[in-house]
């Protein structure tokens, strides 16, 4: 499939592209603007083979404003050129090209039993239960934005190889800001005055560092579950955009010195256990060692 438009709830469409993204394999990738995109640069794109006379998936944005042009319509109504693949996002995409393409979905935003089966489909892929207790707590935290609802999901994803604090649902869901996840991706990414820099800033929110360093200890098993299916060939578990998301971090990491990162943190457990250091400067410490 090579000419999609997607419009309507924001999580349906990004899902719907990431489907039809990952059908499509190894090709170059190149995202543009609607609201911001001179027609004659989009139809050079769709006119240019990828690198080395490969193939192309151009995506689209915000692409509600360049929907109804007659002189786009009338370049696509044979569909994009050979080895090249379009793909238009946005609000509510109408006019010829929705008629031209392949394929064309508006998605409604799910409410009431729909977005209820939405959280639980979520936390499935995410390797949680979905108990409908959890699934109620999320659909009233989302307030109906499903890509807030997907965002909360990641937030309890961090607990998949632990069980979850039940008694701290309600004020994970509501109340506890700023979330960990820029100081966990910083990390991530070997990123360390930027991770030294979040840490500091959610100390300073009243976050427990012992609680971090737990994190931290989550994560890294993660990363190296990731990479390890990667090396061997497998699917990781998990909905495809959190398993891009990890793979891009894992691939900075050899999978044997994650695993001496780990064993490092049992040594810094240790020590903190010990009273040799506190949860917040074994933290530091260990950031300090991320360093390429």
Do not use: C
Not at 69 to 82: D, I, M, S, T, V
Request: charged letters at 25%.
């Amino acid at each position: 499939m090579r000419f999609g438009v997607y419009s309507g709830d924001p999580l349906a469409v990004e899902r719907a592209l990431v489907r039809r993204l990952s059908q499509l394999g190894e090709v170059e990738r190149v995202t543009l603007f609607g609201d911001e995109l001179e027609l004659g640069r989009l139809l050079s794109e769709l006119g240019t083979r990828g690198l080395f006379g490969g193939e192309k998936a151009v995506v689209v944005r915000r692409a509600d404003p360049i929907a109804g042009q007659a002189r786009l319509a009338e370049a696509l109504r044979r569909g994009p050129p050979p080895g090249t693949a379009l793909f238009l996002v946005g609000q509510e995409l109408k006019g010829p090209l929705v008629k031209l393409a392949e394929e064309s979905i508006y998605f409604p935003t799910p409410t009431g039993r729909a977005l209820k089966r939405l959280a639980g489909e979520l936390l499935v892929q995410a390797g949680l239960e979905a108990r409908p207790e959890l699934v109620e707590l999320l659909v009233e935290a989302a307030g109906g934005d499903t890509l807030h609802l997907a965002s909360e999901v990641e937030k309890l994803s961090l607990w998949n190889d632990s069980p979850l604090p039940q008694n701290e649902l309600p004020r994970l869901l509501f109340f506890f800001e700023p979330t960990p996840y820029a100081f966990l991706d910083a990390l991530g990414k070997r990123l360390v005055p930027a991770s030294l820099a979040e840490l500091r800033r959610l100390l300073s929110s009243g976050w427990d560092p012992f609680r971090l360093f737990f994190l931290v200890i989550s994560h890294l098993r993660t990363l190296l579950s990731v990479r390890a299916a990667w090396e061997e060939g497998r699917q990781p578990p998990g909905p495809d955009w959190l398993i891009r998301k990890r793979l891009a971090q894992a691939r900075l990491f050899p999978q044997p010195e994650l695993i001496r990162l780990l064993g490092r943190l049992q040594e810094l457990d240790l020590k903190i256990k010990t009273g040799a250091l506190t949860p917040q400067g074994a933290l530091e410490l260990f950031i300090l060692e991320l360093s390429p």
